[in-house]
């Protein structure tokens, strides 16, 4: 427990320190935000934000996960480095895809399909590696079972899991990079997902099933490694925290498609290897409903020959089309996805105690 607290705290203070100084490294190499032509026109003064500020997300978090083991002496887990690894990888998609705005000094970075064929490669090797690395109990990070609040007796083969976790980390990498339009809205949604994956991963540890005294309770879990990843959980949402500081309204730096791939990279992960495949729904609400939102407006407009459904997808600029202001628009949108973390753990909760 001191870990996870530790991690968190060395993730704030990390994050908050010294991303101004990456502030200043950024802004003097030049690397600020492009802006589409086609977006909302009251984005066009933030033109030339510091961006790929994903980089102190994802350095903070390993440092503070790596940190925290040296410091507390616990031994580093196969699962939590399987997440880290899966983190980097997309991190480092995502920020080939903001480099080459930067080079290019226009929007358009990496091609969709070079961007999906990246993030698949990371997801599939995540599946892949997932499937090794059994403890004493014969546990693997990720299970061929599905799951909900706990696996479940559907079980699919290796094939299969590798594309449903491909479809996973792709869908919530996307649907995160599809968030992040407005100061500090995609930054401040993840750090209340990833506290309730402290919160799941904390209550799986002390029900776990490899525990003695839970050995005769029906339903105690079967999870390989849930303190540590709620350890990283809890550097993730400190990372996130201390970020947020210089990333809310007016944001002095961007976190860019580096962070945002890598964020919705950790939030698979965590689901995933926690055994909660199916609640990310509710989890990671905010991120499915603003998903949809492009999907409906996409699929609409192609079926109805050039109508609209939004004035402009992802949602939250349909809002500012209709003229509400900035942070009326983030703080009800992380209103709405606290309400559905809570949502979510409480049917966690909930099936524990029903069950």
């Known amino acids: 427990m001191?870990?996870?607290?530790?991690?968190?705290?060395?993730?704030?203070?990390?994050?908050?320190?010294?991303?101004?100084?990456?502030?200043?490294?950024?802004?003097k190499r030049g690397y600020g935000q492009?802006?589409?032509?086609?977006?909302?026109?009251?984005?066009?003064?933030?033109?030339?934000?510091?961006?790929?500020?994903?980089?102190?997300?994802?350095?903070?978090?390993?440092?503070?996960?790596l940190l925290s083991h040296l410091v507390t002496g616990e031994k580093m887990t196969s699962s939590a480095l399987l997440v880290l690894a899966l983190i980097i990888g997309l991190g480092a998609v995502g920020f080939l895809d903001d480099y080459l705005k930067v080079v290019r000094q226009n929007s358009q970075g990496l091609r969709a399909k070079q961007k999906l064929f990246g993030q698949a490669i990371f997801a599939a090797s995540f599946a892949i590696a997932g499937l090794h690395f059994r403890d004493q109990a014969g546990l693997t990070p990720i299970s061929l079972h599905l799951s909900t609040v706990r696996e479940t007796s559907l079980k699919l083969g290796s094939v299969l899991l590798v594309l449903w976790v491909i479809f996973l980390v792709l869908g919530t990498s996307n649907g995160v990079n599809l968030a992040d339009g407005l100061d500090g809205l995609a930054t401040g949604a993840a750090i209340m997902t990833f506290i309730a994956f402290v919160v799941i991963g904390v209550w799986e540890f002390k029900q776990s099933c490899g525990l003695e005294q839970n050995t005769i309770i029906s339903k105690c879990y079967v999870v390989r490694d849930p303190l540590d990843m709620a350890l990283l959980a809890a550097a993730l949402a400190g990372s996130c925290a201390g970020f947020l500081w210089w990333n809310a309204s007016p944001a002095k730096i961007f976190m860019g498609d580096v962070g945002s791939l890598a964020l919705g990279g950790a939030i698979a992960g965590l689901a995933i290897t926690l055994r909660t495949e199916f609640l990310l729904a509710l989890l990671g609400g905010l991120f499915v409903i603003i998903t949809l939102s492009v999907i409906i407006q996409t699929g609409y407009f192609k079926l109805s020959g050039g109508k609209r459904v939004f004035k402009m997808a992802p949602l939250q600029h349909h809002f500012e089309l209709l003229g509400w202001g900035e942070v009326t628009i983030v703080i009800r949108f992380w209103i709405i996805a606290g309400m559905t973390v809570a949502a979510g753990l409480g049917i966690f909760y909930g099936q524990w105690v029903v069950a």
């Open 34 to 65: 492009m802006i589409r032509d086609d977006g909302p026109k009251s984005h066009h003064s933030k033109r030339g934000t510091p961006t790929m500020g994903g980089i102190i997300l994802i350095g903070g978090t390993s440092a503070s996960y």
């Open 2 to 27: 001191k870990g996870i607290l530790l991690a968190g705290t060395l993730a704030t203070l990390g994050s908050f320190l010294f991303t101004p100084v990456f502030i200043r490294i950024l802004a």
